[in-house]
């Protein structure tokens, strides 16, 4: 109802201290710049309500509840820890609270018309880069430079196979 939600408050669900603060502090940053690059094209102010997770699942769910009941937001972006999404994307639904899940692990959002999940899975981002730099720029020859992580790693190798797939 339209006396539950306050149009301009949206909710932000992240790590801002525990192990995951450093990811939690660039996503801040990044949702901090997004609205900034908004208000200068001349979109409406948004009043950003942070809710400190600290990477804890009951906490995240406090927070969402809080952003629903008191903050009266109209959506929420966040979690982004894998499990405060398992947990939190049903209470989406329970609440009636669309929630954008930042979780690297996709199906919590799967039957639920109020979760969403806007992480893209390694796979589809190697197959749209392969795709774009193949089928649109025409390229044909390709190096790959990663830092030495096993999931840096990972993804230089989907890349490669992807490239091979496409000739």
Do not use: C
């Amino acid at each position: 109802e339209k006396e539950d939600v306050n149009a301009d408050v949206v909710g932000l669900l992240i790590p801002e201290s525990g192990k995951y603060a450093a990811p939690g502090a660039l996503v801040r940053r990044g949702v901090e710049l997004a609205l900034m690059k908004a208000a200068e094209q001349g979109w409406p102010q948004v009043d950003l309500r942070i809710v400190d997770t600290a990477g804890d699942p009951a906490t995240a769910e406090a927070g969402l509840r809080r952003l629903k009941d008191d903050d009266k937001a109209i959506a929420v972006l966040g979690p982004m820890i894998s499990a405060e999404a398992e947990l939190l994307a049903p209470l989406s639904s329970e609440l009636a609270m669309p929630t954008v899940m930042l979780s690297q692990r996709p199906g919590f959002e799967a039957d639920n018309p109020y979760a969403f999940n806007a992480w893209i899975h390694p796979e589809s981002q190697v197959r749209a880069v392969v795709d774009h730099a193949i089928n649109r720029m025409g390229l044909n020859s390709f190096a790959i430079a990663y830092p030495s992580k096993e999931s840096a790693g990972d993804l230089a190798r989907r890349f490669w196979e992807e490239v091979e797939a496409q000739g």
